[in-house]
């Protein structure tokens, strides 16, 4: 059975970071997802699901999109990174 632990040797610590993991995620599907409503309202000063669903970042806020990503991820997984570098 192969090993499937984020952390050591706990899988009662592994089972709390999927949790984590699982949490971080939907944090950025809302925090993405306000960003286009906050996007749109700049531009028409109102927002429809079909604006939402239909939305296609120009090349900047994709950029932007990337960014933002990239530095969530890092805020979110840093302290994991850092334990694990500090321990190998």
Not at 46 to 73: C, G, H, N, Q, S
């Amino acid at each position: 059975m192969p090993k499937d632990y984020f952390l050591g040797n706990e899988p009662s610590v592994d089972r709390v970071m999927k949790v984590v993991v699982a949490l971080a995620r939907e944090t950025y599907v809302l925090k993405d997802r306000l960003g286009i409503v906050e996007r749109k309202l700049d531009e028409k000063g109102v927002v429809t699901r079909a604006d939402l669903d239909d939305y296609k970042p120009t090349a900047d806020d994709e950029k932007e999109i990337l960014e933002t990503r990239d530095a969530f991820v890092e805020s979110i997984l840093s302290p994991i990174v850092a334990q694990r570098i500090d321990i190998e």
